[in-house]
């Protein structure tokens, strides 16, 4: 039965979750995450190696691989898509995109049990006084939030007029002047791997992936930095079994 590693290194925290679904049905999951900036070079495969040895499972069982695709940091994104797809492409497996900010929405529902039909915008702090901004509208529980519009790149003020009509703010918060927001639900949140795996196993069922090779990161910060990069590669990091 299915087995789905997922990974999420866009802000400066690195999760890995894992889903195991038995013979029986049973559904078993794991998640560990690393808080220390700027490590997950060094600690990406030391987190999956840990995980699988607490589920009892081998790289060779794995089913198929989750990997947040951004917006986010660019340095962490490149790391999590170089093992991604080291794993997949050594493996034969399916690789799953899934974008970092439903991820956000997805952990902030999941953290904090907000309802189905609740609208929230999920923002990462995009540096030179900029954010990546989502704007969602939530699900039932284990299923994905509705994205309302395309991603996008604001500024502080742009976020906070945008959040008005909103009913919570999730994400790297702590700069935006959320005081002008009231009545409006904020807090600070960064996206876990965890709250990748429903979706993860959803994907993977309705089958019709990408390539694995062909995967690519969403980056919001113009062609020159962002979009035009080749997809990542680490054959290292399928060697192992």
Known sequence: MPAILAI??????????????????????????????????????????????????????????????GPGSFTG????????????????????????????????????????????????????QQFNFGHFTLAQAQQRPIRDAPLQLCGGDQVVEQCCAAQTLAGEISSLQCGDLHPVNCFEILPRADAMLATAQQLFTAGGWPAASKVELIYLRGSEAWQKHQPIMSPSSSSQT
């Open 8 to 69: 999420e290194t866009s802000t400066a925290a690195c999760s890995v979750a894992l889903r195991h679904i038995s013979d029986t049905g049973e559904v078993r999951d794991w998640w560990l995450q690393s808080d220390q900036p700027r490590t997950h070079s060094a600690i990406l495969l030391q987190l999956i190696e840990q995980l699988l040895e607490q589920a009892q499972l081998a790289r060779t069982q794995l089913s198929a691989v989750a990997i947040s695709t």
């Open 77 to 128: 994104l490149r790391i999590g898509l170089a093992v991604a797809q080291g794993l997949a492409v050594g493996l034969a497996l399916p690789l799953l995109p899934i974008d970092s900010l439903e991820v956000l929405a997805s952990t902030a529902q999941q953290q904090r049990s907000l309802p189905a039909g609740e609208t929230l915008v999920a923002v990462t702090d995009a540096r030179m």
